[in-house]
């Protein structure tokens, strides 16, 4: 963040941070001539004797700067941390809610509920999986002691003014199998030359070719601020962060017949820039709340400020730093399920069951998917399941984060299910006779983003009247991130042809994450580096840890390890909540053997299984909560996103500006 920030700052964009994190001394020492800056704009009388070397800052060294946060986004990050937590729950006293027959009633048992809220958090299948490799044990047990910190009587409840802790902890990869198939439907929609037949789950506006995903906040801010030109290629669909807390707004409070100012929502995150992403203006109660007024009038709606769907996001690091400033040893913490006195069912009998399913599927994540939440792997599945004549292709980039993906199809005939990789012997090229129907790519990492960028400029219209429009050569293919084929090798003129012929535009969809690896590697999960402020690794009831003497390369695959160990609900279930020692047992007896098929049977339509999807169950989710709230699927689930212009210069002070940021922050903070 930038060392100085005051009110007249906040109308700037992109500008230079106050201290540069370039170290100096790598360039060259050079003797200061009369206090001028080599570096600065001077006229020809004082040009510098000297010829000083060029200052060099790496892709990296950008976007680690403050520069590109501009000052708005600096107030609002810092206001979400652990100290906020802290302070909302010592501020508010925690409303008790009883669930008795079907409806909600508030009670007061010495507390003033007047001044009450609603606590609920939600956290990310990261996130464990990074408390899972700190502290040597399963993602499930990682799991259990969140929810004992958050929840339980040795946690947060322990302490502060009123005692106060959440009263649910939801898993959002049940609104990520949301998103799974709300992108699947995106792409098959814009795919298919009927488009003009939309289904009620599906977004008014569909994107262009090649739809990018949009569930990294990192790359979302990247885009809208620098390279406007892609904003139409961007999914609409929420990220499960939104999509948990556009749910838990909505059913809550039209089951607790409470404002959604009065419900709190935490997300524990494994990004900072999931900060921003709960910010956005684009992200409140203004989108939803005119289906499912409250009890006021609908004058008084419009007086109050937006209420966020995300009040506040914390990062993994933050989690522990949560536990460290209410005293709480964080790997003390009981390693099983809460006790079943203290759970209190979701309002929602419906939602209950898919929030906390009662049949906890244990089925190993596939690591083609990767490590931020699968989506392109759901769109392929998807793809090769309404096209069963079919088989995958997959392309090695230059980098493990660029990879390329084909399915195709014979031309006549002919049935295979086999997945041909060329990996670093170049592209996968198409077998006589077969035909490719579906393209897509993966990109994680900025250096990748600006080569995908690049490629979706538009071509640069001529000055001369009648001219053609001058074609970027860099938007082929093989240009900048494929391998070539191996020299000497009897297909490489083959791969070479079919690689130079291939165009960005031939890309149905692309998934982009910002950090190199995938959200496993955020920049709020627990680094290497970490373990040693105080060892915690070695405090664990498992023993030494699992990061000491260990690269950030090792320690990374370690976390990718105990996230594609994963089970598929690791947050407590109600197979949980009946069996709390029991289960604890038959989990160290299985930890983390894997159990396919287990309960998959239970309730499947006629469209079943893809990718470990119940598709059939999220459809029928997703109908009941569009249903119950009288909102459509489309004004819950999907959203905009715009570009971001500088004020700078501009006519207007920046006291306006203040007034109107001041407007967006309220509803929470």
Same mark, same amino acid.
């Given at each position: 963040?930038?060392?100085?920030?005051?009110?007249?700052?906040?109308?700037?964009?992109?500008?230079?941070?106050?201290?540069?994190?370039?170290?100096?001394?790598?360039?060259?020492?050079?003797?200061?001539?009369?206090?001028?800056?080599?570096?600065?704009?001077?006229?020809?009388?004082?040009?510098?004797?000297?010829?000083?070397?060029?200052?060099?800052?790496?892709?990296?060294?950008?976007?680690?700067?403050?520069?590109?946060?501009?000052?708005?986004?600096?107030?609002?990050?810092?206001?979400?941390?652990?100290?906020?937590?802290?302070?909302?729950?010592?501020?508010?006293?925690?409303?008790?809610?009883?669930?008795?027959?079907?409806?909600?009633?508030?009670?007061?048992?010495?507390?003033?509920?007047?001044?009450?809220?609603?606590?609920?958090?939600?956290?990310?299948?990261?996130?464990?999986?990074?408390?899972?490799?700190?502290?040597?044990?399963?993602?499930?047990?990682?799991?259990?002691?969140?929810?004992?910190?958050?929840?339980?009587?040795?946690?947060?409840?322990?302490?502060?003014?009123?005692?106060?802790?959440?009263?649910?902890?939801?898993?959002?990869?049940?609104?990520?199998?949301?998103?799974?198939?709300?992108?699947?439907?995106?792409?098959?929609?814009?795919?298919?030359?009927?488009?003009?037949?939309?289904?009620?789950?599906?977004?008014?506006?569909?994107?262009?070719?090649?739809?990018?995903?949009?569930?990294?906040?990192?790359?979302?801010?990247?885009?809208?601020?620098?390279?406007?030109?892609?904003?139409?290629?961007?999914?609409?669909?929420?990220?499960?962060?939104?999509?948990?807390?556009?749910?838990?707004?909505?059913?809550?409070?039209?089951?607790?017949?409470?404002?959604?100012?009065?419900?709190?929502?935490?997300?524990?995150?494994?990004?900072?820039?999931?900060?921003?992403?709960?910010?956005?203006?684009?992200?409140?109660?203004?989108?939803?709340?005119?289906?499912?007024?409250?009890?006021?009038?609908?004058?008084?709606?419009?007086?109050?400020?937006?209420?966020?769907?995300?009040?506040?996001?914390?990062?993994?690091?933050?989690?522990?730093?949560?536990?460290?400033?209410?005293?709480?040893?964080?790997?003390?913490?009981?390693?099983?399920?809460?006790?079943?006195?203290?759970?209190?069912?979701?309002?929602?009998?419906?939602?209950?069951?898919?929030?906390?399913?009662?049949?906890?599927?244990?089925?190993?994540?596939?690591?083609?998917?990767?490590?931020?939440?699968?989506?392109?792997?759901?769109?392929?599945?998807?793809?090769?399941?309404?096209?069963?004549?079919?088989?995958?292709?997959?392309?090695?980039?230059?980098?493990?984060?660029?990879?390329?993906?084909?399915?195709?199809?014979?031309?006549?005939?002919?049935?295979?299910?086999?997945?041909?990789?060329?990996?670093?012997?170049?592209?996968?090229?198409?077998?006589?006779?077969?035909?490719?129907?579906?393209?897509?790519?993966?990109?994680?990492?900025?250096?990748?983003?600006?080569?995908?960028?690049?490629?979706?400029?538009?071509?640069?219209?001529?000055?001369?009247?009648?001219?053609?429009?001058?074609?970027?050569?860099?938007?082929?293919?093989?240009?900048?991130?494929?391998?070539?084929?191996?020299?000497?090798?009897?297909?490489?003129?083959?791969?070479?042809?079919?690689?130079?012929?291939?165009?960005?535009?031939?890309?149905?969809?692309?998934?982009?994450?910002?950090?190199?690896?995938?959200?496993?590697?955020?920049?709020?999960?627990?680094? @290497?580096?970490?373990?040693?402020?105080?060892?915690?690794?070695? +405090? %664990?009831?498992? &023993? =030494?840890?699992?990061?000491? /003497? !260990?690269?950030?390369?090792?320690?990374?695959?370690?976390?990718?390890?105990?996230?594609?160990?994963?089970?598929?609900?690791?947050?407590?279930?109600?197979?949980?909540?009946?069996?709390?020692?029991?289960?604890?047992?038959?989990?160290?007896?299985?930890?983390?053997?894997?159990? @396919?098929?287990?309960?998959?049977?239970?309730?499947?339509?006629? +469209? %079943?299984?893809? &990718? =470990?999807?119940?598709?059939? /169950? !999220?459809?029928?989710?997703?109908?009941?909560?569009?249903?119950?709230?009288?909102?459509?699927?489309?004004?819950?689930?999907?959203?905009?996103?715009?570009?971001?212009?500088?004020?700078?210069?501009?006519?207007?002070?920046?006291?306006?500006?203040?007034?109107?940021?001041?407007?967006?922050?309220?509803?929470?903070?």
């Amino acid at each position: 963040m930038s060392a100085i920030l005051s009110a007249d700052d906040l109308n700037d964009f992109i500008s230079p941070g106050v201290a540069c994190i370039k170290p100096v001394e790598t360039l060259p020492l050079q003797k200061p001539e009369k206090d001028i800056n080599p570096y600065e704009v001077t006229t020809e009388n004082q040009i510098p004797a000297q010829n000083h070397a060029p200052a060099q800052i790496s892709l990296t060294d950008c976007l680690a700067c403050s520069g590109c946060v501009t000052s708005a986004e600096a107030v609002l990050v810092s206001l979400q941390s652990h100290s906020e937590v802290l302070n909302t729950l010592d501020s508010h006293p925690s409303i008790p809610v009883q669930h008795v027959a079907g409806a909600c009633s508030e009670q007061e048992p010495g507390n003033d509920v007047s001044q009450g809220k609603v606590f609920v958090a939600s956290v990310s299948p990261q996130v464990r999986a990074s408390i899972a490799a700190t502290y040597a044990i399963s993602d499930q047990r990682a799991g259990w002691m969140i929810d004992q910190l958050l929840s339980g009587p040795s946690g947060l409840r322990s302490g502060g003014s009123h005692g106060s802790a959440f009263t649910w902890v939801i898993d959002t990869n049940a609104m990520r199998e949301a998103a799974l198939v709300l992108g699947a439907d995106e792409i098959t929609i814009s795919t298919s030359s009927s488009a003009a037949s939309t289904s009620s789950s599906t977004s008014p506006s569909q994107p262009k070719k090649p739809i990018l995903t949009s569930a990294c906040p990192g790359w979302i801010c990247y885009a809208e601020k620098t390279h406007p030109h892609v904003l139409p290629h961007l999914s609409r669909l929420k990220s499960p962060q939104a999509l948990t807390g556009t749910l838990l707004k909505t059913v809550l409070s039209q089951r607790l017949h409470m404002p959604p100012d009065r419900i709190w929502h935490l997300a524990v995150m494994p990004c900072f820039d999931k900060k921003l992403e709960a910010s956005r203006e684009e992200l409140t109660d203004v989108y939803w709340r005119h289906s499912t007024p409250p009890k006021s009038s609908e004058q008084e709606q419009e007086m109050r400020p937006p209420v966020r769907d995300v009040d506040c996001v914390i990062t993994a690091r933050e989690l522990l730093m949560l536990a460290d400033t209410r005293g709480i040893s964080f790997p003390s913490l009981p390693q099983k399920p809460l006790p079943k006195s203290s759970l209190i069912p979701f309002p929602d009998s419906t939602l209950d069951a898919d929030l906390f399913p009662r049949k906890r599927r244990r089925r190993n994540q596939d690591p083609a998917a990767g490590p931020s939440g699968g989506y392109l792997h759901h769109v392929l599945q998807t793809q090769l399941s309404q096209n069963p004549n079919s088989k995958l292709q997959t392309t090695r980039g230059r980098n493990a984060d660029v990879v390329e993906y084909a399915i195709t199809r014979p031309r006549s005939g002919g049935f295979t299910e086999e997945i041909t990789q060329a990996g670093s012997d170049g592209r996968a090229e198409e077998e006589e006779g077969e035909e490719t129907i579906f393209k897509a790519a993966r990109y994680y990492g900025f250096r990748n983003i600006q080569n995908l960028v690049r490629k979706l400029k538009p071509p640069r219209p001529r000055r001369l009247p009648g001219a053609a429009a001058i074609s970027r050569p860099s938007t082929k293919l093989a240009s900048s991130s494929l391998k070539p084929a191996v020299p000497g090798s009897s297909k490489s003129t083959a791969a070479a042809a079919t690689a130079n012929s291939n165009n960005i535009s031939d890309y149905a969809y692309v998934e982009v994450m910002a950090c190199p690896g995938g959200c496993t590697n955020g920049g709020g999960q627990i680094k @290497v580096d970490d373990l040693g402020l105080g060892d915690r690794s070695r +405090e %664990g009831k498992e &023993g =030494g840890g699992a990061g000491v /003497g !260990v690269s950030q390369k090792e320690w990374l695959a370690k976390v990718d390890e105990a996230y594609f160990s994963m089970s598929d609900s690791s947050s407590s279930s109600s197979s949980d909540r009946d069996n709390d020692d029991e289960d604890v047992a038959a989990e160290d007896a299985m930890d983390l053997d894997t159990v @396919v098929g287990e309960g998959m049977d239970d309730g499947l339509d006629e +469209e %079943g299984m893809i &990718g =470990g999807v119940d598709v059939g /169950g !999220v459809r029928r989710m997703l109908k009941h909560w569009s249903e119950s709230t009288g909102v459509g699927v489309e004004e819950l689930c999907f959203t905009t996103f715009r570009e971001v212009r500088s004020d700078v210069g501009q006519n207007g002070g920046s006291q306006d500006r203040v007034v109107e940021l001041a407007g967006r922050i309220g509803g929470g903070w």
